[in-house]
């Protein structure tokens, strides 16, 4: 990962970006908060069915870690899920409540991020 962050040129990267009119950069970023914000409902539902007392503000906290990380480092979910099953591992009663929803929230990560992801395309290209 280190190769990526390194191979990324600042200069062309704002270059690009000036190219892209004010109200298409806001829509695009409008669209990655809310890519990122609405994965917390896969907390709310983690938390749903392990049927724990995780206050709402500890889960969105979490929700935004684990899915700012999945979408930066783009592994498909691994980040994501890796990173809930380690910062909801102190706060569950039986680790094993959390094999489920984890699994859940795995596969479904991909196909949100690609629907969201065509949205992006055709604003940046239309």
């Not at 990526?4 to 970023?29: G, H, Q």
């Not at 592994?75 to 094999?99: C, H, I, P, Q, S």
């Not at 699994?103 to 969201?116: D, E, H, K, R, V």
Request: aromatic residues 14%; charged residues 20%; hydrophobic residues 50%.
């Amino acid at each position: 990962m280190k190769k990526e962050f390194n191979d990324i040129n600042i200069k062309i990267s704002w270059r690009i970006l000036t190219y892209i009119k004010m109200n298409k950069l806001v829509l695009l970023a409008s669209f990655g908060i809310i890519a990122v914000f609405t994965m917390v409902f896969y907390d709310y539902f983690i938390v749903k069915h392990i049927k724990s007392d995780i206050k709402a503000k500890e889960y969105v906290l979490i929700s935004w870690i684990a899915n700012t990380f999945n979408n930066v480092c783009n592994l498909g979910g691994v980040t994501g899920t890796g990173l809930r099953a380690l910062l909801y591992k102190d706060k569950v009663k039986n680790r094993n409540d959390m094999k489920y929803p984890l699994y859940i929230q795995f596969m479904s990560t991909p196909s949100g991020l690609a629907i969201l992801s065509a949205f992006s395309l055709i604003i940046i290209f239309t």
